[in-house]
Nanobody
Framework: QVQLVESGGGLVQAGGSLRLSCAASGGTSSYVTLVTLGWFRQAPGKEREFVARISQSGGSTAYADSVKGRFTISRDNTKNAVYLQMDNLKPDDAAIYYC??????????????????WGLGTQVTVSS
């Protein structure tokens, strides 16, 4: 089993920055070093949406249009961890942010269904 734990959320003013971290633990935590890792977010009353993902090697990344140029995803396979640097935050970025590890078979990696392990989330609040 793999447990994912997010951290780094909080309250920030519009235009500010936050860095989210997600670390894997558990008996098979090394699983996360073998698959794509992603970040999703969910605002109140809205569906969970894709934010960013990074390939197993870190050589390929993808972002939602709404965060492109402002957010940067990275990973450290030696620490079983993935990160999300969020700059120039906007009130619309406020949500609970979740990290996730993809299924071995992959699929459409911009959709939540392609991910098998999820963290409990960390709250990001952006004041205007």
């Amino acid at each position: 089993q793999v447990q994912l734990v997010e951290s780094g959320g909080g309250l920030v003013q519009a235009g500010g920055s936050l860095r989210l971290s997600c670390a894997a633990s558990g008996g098979t935590s090394s699983y996360v070093t073998l698959v794509t890792l992603g970040w999703f977010r969910q605002a109140p009353g809205k569906e969970r949406e894709f934010v960013a993902r990074i390939s197993q090697s870190g050589g390929s990344t993808a972002y939602a249009d709404s965060v492109k140029g402002r957010f940067t995803i990275s990973r450290d396979n030696t620490k079983n961890a993935v990160y999300l640097q969020m700059d120039n935050l906007k009130p619309d970025d406020a949500a609970i942010y979740y990290c996730a590890a993809a299924r071995p078979a992959g699929g459409n990696l911009n959709y939540a269904g392609a991910y098998i392990y999820w963290g409990l989330g960390t709250q990001v609040t952006v004041s205007s």
